[in-house]
Each structure stands twice: as C-alpha cells, then as structure tokens.
Nanobody
Framework: QVHLVESGGGSVQTGDSLRLSCVLT????????MSWFRQAPGQEREFVAA????????YYEDSVEGRFSISRDNARSTVSLQMDSLKPEDSAVYYC?????????????WGQGTQVSVSS
C-alpha cells in the first residue's frame, strides 16, 4: 500500500522560506506523477504545483509561479516543494499527492498534510 508522508511545515513570517518534503513508501515513486495541493480554513483544496514522472516538466498555480519550485528525487522516493517569498495568503495545510496515470486526474493517493502558517 502506497503511503505519502509530508514534513517541513511550520510558522514563518512574510518573506521567509520553507521547504516541504514528501516521502512515498510502499511503492515506486517513479511510477507516479506527483503534485502538491493546499487547503486554507473554510476554503476548497486547491492545486499548487505538479511534476511529471521523470521530473522534466513542472506546473504551477499562477499565484505561486516564480516563488515556489517543485522537484523530485526518485532515488530517495521524495518530492519537494521549495517555497520562497512566502505571503500570509500561502497559509494552509499542504498535501502531497500521487497520480498513477494523469496529472490532470484526481490523485490516487494523498498524504496527511503539513501545516504552513505565514504571519505578516
């Protein structure tokens, strides 16, 4: 059974950086496209970033383009999200997700989430 475990969340101030990591266990991360979503209180879960199976292509939500960077290390079964120039509106629970066939399709697996809080 595939499991995803996120880490790296925390409480920071505006302009600071955080690096989230997600480890996939119980499977081969190379068989999955990977993505990050986030959900703020009272709001729907939204797409943040995605990366293809080999890492050659990355996709970003408009508001994080140029500030966030997604990467993967298949040898370490890990996908990361580097978040720079953080803003209060980036505060949310961040979820890692794995897609077996299509990054545009609903993920097959979700992590439990990690909290990111950005104060002004």
């Amino acid at each position: 059974q595939v499991h995803l475990v996120e880490s790296g969340g925390g409480s920071v101030q505006t302009g600071d950086s955080l690096r989230l990591s997600c480890v996939l266990t119980g499977g081969n991360i190379g068989e999955y496209g990977m993505s990050w979503f986030r959900q703020a209180p009272g709001q729907e879960r939204e797409f943040v970033a995605a990366i293809g199976w080999s890492g050659g292509r990355q996709y970003y939500e408009d508001s994080v383009e140029g500030r966030f960077s997604i990467s993967r290390d298949n040898a370490r079964s890990t996908v990361s999200l580097q978040m720079d120039s953080l803003k209060p509106e980036d505060s949310a629970v961040y979820y890692c997700a794995a897609h077996s066939t299509d990054l545009n399709a609903d993920p097959d697996y979700w992590g439990q989430g990690t909290q990111v809080s950005v104060s002004s």
